[in-house]
């Protein structure tokens, strides 16, 4: 193999190669090659006109702080994309003029071959994800009375945004939400919610409905254990009446959220399991002369 590492946006491949770039994805995954904002880039290794890796990137600038997350790797030969990878950070690292984070996310799966990958890249685990399944149920609790879940309205995102981003880095996408992504969420059928305690705020969630599930993505407490301890059976409740009883609360936690770990385990959990690492790599700010 004589691979020439190329970096390349999608418009800028022959219509053959792409074609061949989309079958190294299964169907439905991979990025989005028909509407590619300009911030998301993909690079691509190939070898001679066959594409052997690629990887997407989205960046976000937002004053002094960059963010430019990695998705969708894909290869076909190992080595290439370690090449692929190596040229990207070094790419990376010289046009950053101010520090920078890359993130990513690798499944947890039985060999960790990806953990060690991007390990011997620079990459640091920075936290774990978790998946739990519960069941509905309707729990009766008095302190219940002073809890409300509501929808929030179309007129307050930007309020709910802003409180998602502040507390994003424990959240499993620790990605800054650009109202742009908010959008692509709510026309799937997302919506964001707000729990209150006695009149004050004191939780924030984006759910989204299956036929046998409610999900729950990024959700966060402010205040003590306490608060937890009653979110928790109390949103059991809360879908219990809405939705089928035979329906199950999924929710992803992560290592950083220690007060709803310890709550969702007092409960009636029907499983849990490891998701996947979020790695991180702090590029440094290029010096300037």
């Known amino acids: 193999m004589n691979s020439e590492i190329m970096y390349c946006e999608w418009p800028n491949l022959s219509a053959r190669t792409r074609f061949s770039v989309k079958a190294m994805y299964a169907p439905g995954h991979g990025p989005d090659f028909f509407s590619t904002p300009p911030q998301h880039h993909v690079y691509v290794a190939l070898d001679g006109n066959t ?33 692929l990878l190596s040229r990207l950070l070094n790419q990376l690292s010289k046009e950053t003029t101010h520090e ?21 890249h620079g990459f640091e685990a920075y936290h774990t994800s978790f998946n739990y399944v519960l069941p509905l ?41 650009t109202e742009e992504r908010l959008r692509r969420f709510l ?37 003590s254990d306490e608060v937890a301890q009653d979110a928790i059976p109390f949103l059991q409740r809360v879908f219990c009446h809405q939705l089928k ?24 959990m029907a499983s849990r399991q490891s998701a996947f690492y979020t790695m991180t790599n702090i590029l440094p700010a290029r010096a300037t002369r």
């Open 245 to 268: 009883p035979s329906m199950r609360l999924r929710l992803t936690v992560t290592s950083l959220q220690p007060e709803l770990h310890y709550a969702i385990l007092k409960q009636e």
């Open 51 to 83: 594409p052997i890796a690629a990887l997407a990137t989205e960046r976000l600038d937002d004053g002094t702080d960059r963010v430019i997350r990695i998705r969708h790797e894909a290869y076909r030969n190992r080595y290439v994309f370690q090449g």
């Open 187 to 223: 026309a799937r059928n997302h919506y964001c919610y707000t729990l209150h305690r006695a009149g004050k705020a004191v939780g924030i969630f984006r759910a989204h409905y299956n036929q046998d599930y409610v999900k729950i993505h990024e959700i966060h407490l402010f205040g």
């Open 137 to 177: 149920i309707p729990y009766e609790k008095a302190s219940f009375s002073d809890w409300k879940l509501s929808v929030v309205d179309p007129s307050n995102y930007a309020t709910w945004l802003r409180h998602r981003n502040e507390h994003a880095l424990v959240l499993s996408d620790v990605f800054p939400l």
């Open 100 to 120: 920078t984070m890359v993130l990513l996310q690798v499944v947890q799966d039985e060999d960790q071959d990806k953990l060690n990958l991007f390990t011997s």
